[in-house]
């Protein structure tokens, strides 16, 4: 009787671990197909500082298992010193000098006033130190002083935004290129283009 019962329980844990096996192997056989790729997918070649690696287009799923797509695209992240194709180049940035440019154009034909300093009427200094200010640079607030604010620029070497003066420093005003200057001039002028030659050029800096 004893030796029919150990029988009966032998034959069960048989059973049992076979019943196991089973399916772990099931287990193991969707872990695989979860993970492998159905199909191989397109690569694209990203550059990077250790050489040129395929990375794959998209991961592509097994097909038929509910509530997954297809294929799960892969997003390369913009990283330095690595290229990826048919992403965007960085475009210039917009420097602070020209946006100071940008704001002193956009006050011409303002009237001069003295000692004004905007936002509807400048004198010279005034215009150049609101420009400024509109690029979120602070700039003194008399000619004098803006004369000595940056470093010195050679005449010959001049970059739009420099700040020129005239007159032994009693006048300033934008340098914008192309040989001109953006200023306030004077009682009875607005603000301006003019040729930089139109005045006695005094020096220049570069903020």
Not at 59 to 88: K, N
Not at 196 to 206: K, L, V
Request: hydrophobic fraction near 40%.
């Amino acid at each position: 009787m004893a030796t029919t019962t150990v029988k009966r329980q032998v034959r069960g844990m048989q059973r049992t671990a076979r019943r196991a096996a089973a399916a772990g192997a099931v287990g193991a056989a969707t872990l695989s197909a979860l993970l492998l790729p159905a199909t191989p997918a397109a690569a694209q070649p990203v550059n990077t500082p250790v050489g040129t690696i395929d990375v794959p287009d998209a991961i592509q799923l097994p097909a038929g298992i509910p509530g997954l797509p297809e294929s799960l695209p892969v997003v390369i992240p913009a990283l330095p010193g690595i290229e990826v194709p048919g992403a965007p180049a960085p475009g210039p940035q917009r420097s602070f000098r020209r946006a100071a440019v940008d704001a002193a154009m956009s006050r011409v034909g303002d009237p001069y006033v003295y000692g004004a300093a905007g936002p509807d009427a400048f004198d010279c200094s005034g215009l150049v130190q609101w420009s400024y200010a509109q690029a979120g640079v602070s700039l003194p607030r008399t000619s004098y002083e803006q004369a000595g604010a940056g470093s010195p620029v050679s005449y010959d070497a001049l970059e739009p935004g420099d700040v020129v003066s005239f007159y032994g420093g009693g006048h300033s005003g934008i340098y914008i290129g192309d040989g001109n200057v953006v200023h306030a001039s004077t009682s009875g002028q607005p603000v301006k283009v003019a040729p930089i030659s139109s005045m006695p050029f005094s020096g220049a800096t570069r903020i």
